[in-house]
């Protein structure tokens, strides 16, 4: 028997800029990603993990409110008990 589940997967990934050791130019590190499953019965999973502690703690609340901003994201795709498109 053949049972199926719909999920819509959402990934999102922090990056914090910093300024090159020499110049003005800038460069990107990726500091946390976020993955986060949202299954057709409404129930949610949203996973987190921190990739460079040191980055993170220098830089800990931009970090966390992007960890808020991804919550609220996937939250928002919820719609009662579906998923939606």
């Given amino acids: 028997m053949l049972k199926t589940t719909k999920s819509t997967t959402v990934n999102g990934q922090v990056f914090i800029e910093n300024k090159a050791k020499t110049g003005d130019a800038t460069e990107s590190k990726q500091v946390a990603y976020m993955n986060a499953t949202i299954y057709e019965d409404g129930n949610v999973n949203i996973n987190k993990s921190i990739q460079d502690t040191e980055a993170f703690n220098a830089n800990k609340t931009e970090v966390l409110e992007d960890f ?7 939250y928002g795709l919820m719609d009662g008990d579906s998923v939606t498109e």
């Avoid at 808020?68 to 996937?74: A, C, L």
């Fill in 68 to 74: 808020t901003s991804f919550e609220t994201y996937v």
